[in-house]
């Protein structure tokens, strides 16, 4: 399995880490020797941008778009997968109207949106009924359970809806009360409930960063793909670079590292301190195709 402490690399300037798996190994070496048809996908909050108690106040780390105008120019695309609406990832990243990133793409709501750099276009589907339908009761939920004073939030993201519990006095303790109830009313209205950091967030089931990763991937003709998350809601992107690599297309799995999920870390070919680590493996593979 892949982690930190197995991986090794040097502490020069723009240094690569030595993936900790032979899987990993391979996809590195065929990234860097066919980076034009490379595509590089990554997570925003965790991965991009630093977890804040505030989802509102998630910006991109300083340096994720100087890195990501670096790189995106000499791979065939660098792609943002979010569960947050693209247009929100966009502003929180400082993505619109940088020069380089005309490769850039942004999948929000788990691939079922687009936004494009090159044109500034964004393309997004109807949203599923039960969201509304949840949406309106979801507040009457949480005032029976409590929940409501005990410093839970929600979050609006159009095709779905995302609890909060980060800001109440006993975040695990909510996050664990809220499971069931949350679960039985997604799937009144046709939903699932998606386990996050401190979030429990309830949207349409077949939105999630597998398909859309191989999706486009596949629309790529990609011979390799690198992917990078912190969270649960990553676990299905990780999945699918495995079957892409079952499939001949080599694969670098890479892991935004945090204290509050470790089950990316046992699948991990990379991993890197967080946003700040992320940011430093995206400029050291710009610096080593320049």
Do not use: N
């Not at 699932?192 to 398909?211: F, H, Q, S, W, Y």
């Amino acid at each position: 399995m892949g982690s930190h402490q197995d991986s090794t690399r040097d502490d020069s300037p723009h240094s690569l880490p030595t993936p900790a798996t032979a899987a990993g190994r391979a996809g590195l070496d065929a990234f860097l020797a066919d980076p034009g048809r490379a595509v590089v996908v990554l997570d925003f909050d965790g991965t991009l941008a630093p977890i804040v108690p505030d989802p509102d106040q998630a910006r991109a780390h300083p340096d994720a778009v100087p890195a990501l105008a670096a790189l995106a120019p000499k791979v065939a695309s660098v792609a943002v997968l979010t569960g947050r609406p693209a247009e929100v990832a966009v502003h929180h990243g400082g993505f619109a109207g940088v020069p380089g990133l005309d490769h850039l793409v942004v999948l929000g709501h788990y691939g079922a949106e687009r936004w494009d750099a090159a044109t500034g276009t964004l393309a997004t589907p109807a949203p599923h009924p039960g969201v509304a339908a949840v949406r309106a009761e979801l507040p009457g939920l949480l005032k029976r359970t409590g929940a409501a004073a005990r410093g839970t939030w929600t979050e609006d993201k159009g095709h779905a809806v995302a609890v909060h519990t980060r800001r109440a006095p006993d975040p695990h303790a909510a996050f664990e009360a809220l499971r069931a109830p949350l679960a039985d009313l997604a799937r009144r209205h046709g939903l699932i409930v998606e386990p996050g950091r401190m979030v429990l967030e309830l949207r349409p089931p077949g939105m999630d960063k597998g398909a859309a990763l191989r999706s486009y991937a596949h629309s790529l003709d990609a011979a390799c793909v690198l992917f990078a998350g912190d969270d649960l809601g990553d676990l299905p992107a990780y999945a699918a670079v495995d079957t892409l690599r079952a499939e001949g297309t080599p694969g670098l799995l890479v892991c935004s590292a945090s204290d509050e999920v470790t089950e990316l870390r046992k699948r991990a070919d990379v991993e890197v301190p967080g946003p700040a680590g992320v940011v430093a493996l995206l400029a050291a593979l710009a610096h080593r195709l320049a």
